[in-house]
């Protein structure tokens, strides 16, 4: 089987009837962000399966707009917290928190490779992307201060990252919840967060369910909130192409909010930049400090078309891949929190390098894209389609035949994002 065959059978393994779970067992649900990389590498070969992909996961929007983190499709003993957990009422069941907001890129991206025939498909999701969009504001950031906020460390999709640190020490570890981890069972505890780390992420589960998932109670009681360098980076770039798709399919009025929108998010998130460290850094909310720890979030301002820094970030990647450290680690490997095989807090995952690239081309950076390119396509040429990598020993960790792994390897072996 080719490499394209390979990565092409791990989407139609993982695909559960219109959606496609992360990996079997370890994920049996469809994931939001997940989900958004999938279509990418749906349309690569079956544009149909990529448009359903999003229709799936639009299937969990909430009334207010919400897109949340997971979709519980079916039923399944395989993961925890499950439907029961959350206490969320809407059909099908969902978790009640959001997940960084690719969706409207992957809109964009899935309708101008699949061109006219999809036309018709990008129109009916198009009001569903502003809606969510709008809930971002209105649930987040209702100030209208450019900065979204984040309450809860799976929210970024980066659960453990040691930039979460300092700021969950204000979350109690006591929760009412049971906790019956399913992780665990199925990968090496060693690859996964620690238990402290769950019990703070239940404890915020608990106290949220208890509001009735009230966004405007959550934003005020939650002890965790953090404006996070790469959910609003990743919001910023999906606002611009919102605008692209409200260009095609929008009002006047859209376009004004949406560009009044990316206007002032341009400035809030050049404002995440710290001298001192020479990176974008994640902003705690109840503290007001910066949260001095650079991690491959730190990259995403790029890819949210800020390339200022462009040059400065890109010398740092050659700097380790100089040490022969693979791209991009998701914690800076010579910081002491850096594990380089403990999920967010060291190995390199493809959708990371993926946004990191093509930032960096579109800011001119050609040859570090390259190098972040050829270092993914390495990664997994070497230890298969693995959900992250060890970037010292490059060893494929995590959960295997990874869909959004294989969905990454799609693009970037047609040169998407090199
Ligand atoms: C998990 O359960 O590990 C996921 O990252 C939550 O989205």
């Not at 964009?108 to 969009?133: C, K, S, T």
């Not at 200022?308 to 929190?337: F, K, M, Y």
């Not at 967010?344 to 960096?360: E, T």
């Not at 950076?365 to 693995?386: H, I, K, Q």
Request: a negative charge; hydrophobic letters at 45%; aromatic letters at 10%.
């Amino acid at each position: 089987m080719s490499r394209i065959e390979a990565a092409r059978a791990i989407l139609a393994a993982n695909d559960r009837g219109g959606y496609t779970v992360p990996t079997d067992r370890l994920y049996p649900f469809q994931w939001n962000w997940d989900s958004a990389f999938v279509a990418m590498g749906w349309v690569t070969f079956d544009a149909e399966r990529a448009w359903r992909e999003i229709e799936r996961l639009l299937e969990g929007q909430w009334q207010d707009g919400l897109v949340p983190q997971i979709v519980f499709h079916a039923p399944s003993d395989d993961y925890f917290p499950g439907p029961d957990i959350w206490g969320v009422t809407h059909k099908p069941p969902t978790s009640g928190i959001p997940q960084p907001p690719v969706l409207a890129t992957a809109v964009r991206f899935v309708l101008e490779r699949h061109g006219a025939a999809g036309v018709e498909r990008a129109r009916a999701i198009y009001p569903r992307l502003v809606l969510n969009h709008l809930w971002w504001q209105r649930a987040r950031d209702p100030e209208a201060t450019g900065l979204a906020a984040t309450l809860h460390p799976w929210e970024t999709g980066m659960d453990n990252s040691p930039a979460w640190d300092a700021a969950l020490e204000r979350v109690p570890t006591k929760t009412r919840t049971e906790i019956r981890r399913r992780d665990t069972g199925h990968i090496d505890p060693a690859f996964r967060p620690r238990g402290i780390e769950y019990q703070r992420f239940v404890h915020l589960v608990d106290l949220f369910r208890e509001t009735g998932w009230n966004a405007r109670r959550m934003l005020d009681i939650s002890p965790f909130k953090v404006a996070d360098v790469g959910t609003n980076a990743i919001l910023l770039r999906a606002e611009r192409d919102l605008l692209a798709l409200a260009e095609q399919f929008g009002s006047t009025a859209e376009r004004a909010a949406i560009s009044e929108r990316i206007a002032r998010k341009e400035i809030v998130l050049a404002g995440l930049w710290d001298d001192a460290l020479g990176h974008y850094l994640s902003r705690d909310l109840i503290g007001g400090n910066l949260i001095p720890v650079r991690t491959s979030a730190g990259f995403l301002p790029i890819f949210a078309g800020l390339h200022e820094r462009a040059r400065e970030l890109a010398a740092r990647l050659e700097g380790w891949r100089a040490r022969n450290i693979a791209l991009v680690p998701s914690t800076d490997p010579d910081a002491a929190s850096f594990e380089p095989q403990r999920y967010w807090r060291g190995p390199v995952w493809a959708v990371v390098n993926w946004m990191i690239a093509r930032g960096l081309r579109e800011a001119g950076e050609e040859a570090t894209a390259a190098s972040v390119s050829a270092d993914t396509r390495r990664l997994v040429g070497e230890a298969g389609f693995s959900e992250y990598f060890n970037p010292m020993d490059r060893a494929g960790i995590g959960g295997e035949t990874f869909s959004w792994t294989a969905a990454i390897d799609l693009l970037l072996g047609e040169g998407e994002g090199r």
